[in-house]
């Protein structure tokens, strides 16, 4: 059985960043359009915000958010199950670190050069952890004011707040980069925290939020469909 935990290589996440750029293609008509994720910062923080969010969000949800309008043309179902597997066992490793080692998470940021001098940016990631807040904003907003703190460093680098994180110098601009990774481990502590105090409405498993159409990747992340994996034992393994 394959370990779906295990983090990815360095091999593997260049493969997996490649992928996500690659494709779509150079002549394609991108206009109005969601390119969906592009880079693998972005699709970390995708996969920091599901699996610290309230609520399991399965990979019906959010691949199509990777996706955007462009869905890769695929050459065959193994082509497939080999980048899925790559993302879930991605996020999975995300969710072990943050439950297991909280201090040891941290974000996939990227860097630009300039002038010989090397520069962090979190635009990207940022984005993709709002984009996974938004995949489940229901859930999130009625805490929001409760984790405004937390979230702030965040917004500063993403659209939500018009990337106003640029507008300050850039020691300030610094400072609160600093400050998005441990704000992304109390954010996941806090929803930890609800999680664990919250008591499971009494209610046949089959009447779940989210369905699960039966030609959907499983949740479980096996990188089958589901009606090939654990419909046929009428159950739904949680990603996290």
Aim: glycine share 6%.
């Amino acid at each position: 059985m394959k370990n779906l935990s295990k983090p990815l290589t360095e091999k593997e996440l260049d493969r997996l960043d490649n992928f996500l750029l690659d494709r779509i293609d150079e002549d394609a008509d991108t206009e109005g359009k969601d390119e969906g994720v592009l880079d693998i910062s972005t699709l970390d923080g995708l996969f920091t915000a599901i699996v610290s969010g309230p609520v399991t969000i399965v990979p019906s949800r959010w691949l199509p958010a990777v996706w955007g309008d462009f869905e890769p043309d695929w050459e065959s179902e193994k082509e497939f199950e080999g980048i899925f597997a790559l993302m879930v066992r991605h996020m999975n490793s995300i969710s072990v670190m943050l439950m297991e080692s909280p201090e040891e998470f941290e974000p996939i940021f990227m860097e630009r050069t300039v002038k010989g001098k090397t520069y962090t940016v979190v635009d990207e990631w940022c984005e993709g952890y709002w984009l996974g807040v938004t995949l489940a904003a229901e859930h999130w907003n009625p805490a929001m004011e409760r984790l405004l703190p937390s979230m702030a460093p965040i917004a500063s680098f993403a659209e939500v707040t018009n990337w106003r994180g640029h507008e300050l110098s850039i020691e300030e601009a610094e400072l609160i980069q600093n400050g998005i990774a441990p704000s992304a481990r109390e954010i996941h502590a806090y929803w930890l925290e609800q999680r664990s105090q919250a008591v499971p409405a009494a209610r046949p498993a089959r009447n779940s939020e989210f369905k699960v159409g039966r030609n959907d990747p499983c949740p479980c992340g096996s990188g089958k469909k589901y009606k090939k994996c654990c419909l046929k034992d009428e159950k739904i393994v949680p990603l996290h």
